[in-house]
């Protein structure tokens, strides 16, 4: 069975402002979450953000059971994942988020670790 996965709006929030201000470079976390809710970000020492892409140090990325999956940001406007996020999604986690350019509560999808589009709801 799928779980079903929230996120927080302030967090939400955060994540688009952060990706406003990284813009025109791609921005880049971690999701923290208890109980399938969302409710923190995390940020990678020695993380490299580019106009497409985003590097993470993973040596850096804690032993964090609450670590759930990841974010970022395609300042191209389409929240498609690339075949490079595809992969990063199949070893990081269980729900992955890439918020488009313009960076609004609308313009982001969510994703499996197979790429599947799921549904996160806003709480």
């Keep these: 069975m799928n779980k079903v996965w929230k996120i927080k ?8 402002e952060s990706s406003k201000s990284s813009y025109p470079n791609e921005f880049g976390a971690f999701l923290r979450a208890k109980h399938n809710i969302i ?19 993973l040596l850096m990325k804690p032993i964090d059971f609450t670590i759930v999956g ?21 070893k990081t986690g269980d729900v992955h988020i890439i918020v488009a350019y313009p960076y609004t509560m609308n313009s982001w999808k969510a994703y499996n670790r197979m790429g599947e589009e799921i549904e996160v709801k806003v709480i």
């Design 70 to 90: 990841s974010v970022h940001s395609h300042p191209s406007g389409f929240p498609i994942p690339s075949r490079a996020d595809l992969d990063m999604f199949s």
């Design 9 to 16: 709006k302030e967090v939400l929030k955060l994540i688009m």
């Design 39 to 57: 409710y923190e970000i995390i940020l990678l020492p020695g993380t490299v953000s580019g106009g497409s892409s985003v590097l993470y140090n």
